[in-house]
Every structure is written in structure tokens, then in C-alpha cells.
């Protein structure tokens, strides 16, 4: 479904929600939509995706803020193709010889800290448009489509929902549900985080056997 399809989908399940004098925000909707999206993914790990970031020359640190649980990192060599190099996680005793090698042209590790932090070891000496390509579990975020740079483009109406077609009905009821919260609707609140944890299961038994979900 598209967000314009969802859009009208929730309207016509919760439609004492919409057309009242509680409903005077025009973009609330759409904020709900994407909040809710963000919320099942980071939930059942469904989406996996991939996030370029420009190197900054004599900078180390770096951030891919849809991403929450990086797995690649690949930069760019100086021939054009990118190549993995070797994650460390920030505790790894390794890092303070890497700390310790100066800077190059070229990084030869990433330390991830937290869950999206970066930092390239040695630090780079040169900037790299799209230097970092960037791959894990990730959330839509405010952009649901990009071109074929990876520039994103501005949600309407038409923008495709990214999440799997098995998780779009669970959109919907999360949307709802959180619609029926925001009108202080006990009984709707009751009867929509039913429907949305029924499909929520759907989803996650889907992550797991196609999106190989790791923790």
C-alpha cells in the first residue's frame, strides 16, 4: 500500500476519529503513519537497508541515523568499488591500536558504538562523496523512497509503504490504535491493539524466517 491508501484505509475502520472538531491537524496523520512505521520496525527487525554517507576528510566520527543495527560497512577505494572492512565493537582491545595508527587515505576498520555510531580508524585524510555504504536493520524513517543515487525523496501520497506486504494491515492498526489513544477512546484502544498485536505476530514470524533476524 501507499500512504495514500493507508491514509484511507484507517479512515474508513476509525471514521468517529476523523472530521471533528478534535481532528484539526492536517499533518497529524502523516506523522502518525511514519512514527508507527519507524515503531514495527524497530520492533520485528523486518527491514534491512542501506544508507551512503560522504567521508569528511580528517574526521572519524560518523552516524547513520535510520540505521539501528549496522552489519556491513563497505567504503569506497580509490579504484571506485566498495569493499568491506572489519567492525570492531567499541569495548574490542584492538581499538587502541587502531586509535594509535595516525590517519590515511583510506580507514581500514569502522568501531560501532551504541547501535548507529561510527567511527573510522585510522582517520581518514581525503573526503569520499558516498564513501560509506552502510547496510543493516533499519527504520523508514521521514523518507520512504529514494532515487537511484540514494537521495531521498519527499513522502505524497503516492510513496510506496516500505515495510513487507504482510506487515501494511499492521500499519494500519497501529495507527489506529494510536489515533483511539490520542482521543482518549478506552474501547477503541482495547479493540485496535488487538487486531494490530494479532498481525505484529504475522510479522515477526516473518522477519525471523526471511529478514534473518539476528539480536
Not at 59 to 66: G, N, Q
Not at 68 to 77: C, D, E, G, Q
Not at 137 to 166: A, H, K, M, R
Not at 183 to 206: C, P, T, V
Request: charged fraction near 20%; hydrophobic fraction near 40%.
Amino acid at each position: 500500500m501507499n500512504i495514500g491508501q493507508i491514509k484511507q484505509k484507517v479512515r474508513m475502520l476509525g471514521k468517529n476519529y476523523f472530521g471533528t472538531d478534535a481532528d484539526r491537524d492536517p499533518f497529524g496523520l502523516d506523522y502518525l503513519i511514519i512514527e508507527s512505521a519507524n515503531q514495527i520496525a524497530r520492533q520485528t527487525d523486518c527491514l534491512v537497508g542501506r544508507r551512503k554517507l560522504s567521508v569528511v576528510a580528517g574526521e572519524a566520527d560518523y552516524c547513520s541515523p535510520d540505521l539501528y543495527k549496522i552489519r556491513v560497512i563497505k567504503i569506497l577505494s580509490q579504484a571506485g568499488n566498495y569493499g568491506k572492512i572489519r567492525i570492531y565493537n567499541y569495548s574490542d582491545q584492538m581499538i587502541d591500536y587502531w586509535r594509535n595508527a595516525g590517519s590515511q587515505l583510506v580507514p581500514d576498520v569502522a568501531v560501532i558504538r551504541g547501535m548507529n555510531a561510527i567511527t573510522l580508524l585510522p582517520t581518514p585524510l581525503e573526503a569520499i562523496t558516498d564513501g560509506l555504504l552502510v547496510e543493516g536493520f533499519c527504520i523508514p524513517g521521514d523518507y520512504w523512497e529514494y532515487d537511484t543515487n540514494g537521495n531521498p525523496i519527499v513522502n505524497s501520497d503516492t510513496s510506496e509503504c516500505p515495510l513487507p506486504v504482510v506487515g501494511h494491515d499492521c500499519l494500519v492498526f497501529l495507527v489506529l490504535y494510536n489515533r483511539a489513544m490520542q482521543m482518549m477512546d478506552a474501547n477503541g484502544m482495547a479493540i485496535f491493539n488487538k487486531e494490530y498485536l494479532e498481525r505484529l505476530g504475522q510479522l515477526e514470524s516473518y522477519a525471523a524466517t526471511y529478514a534473518r533476524r539476528t539480536v
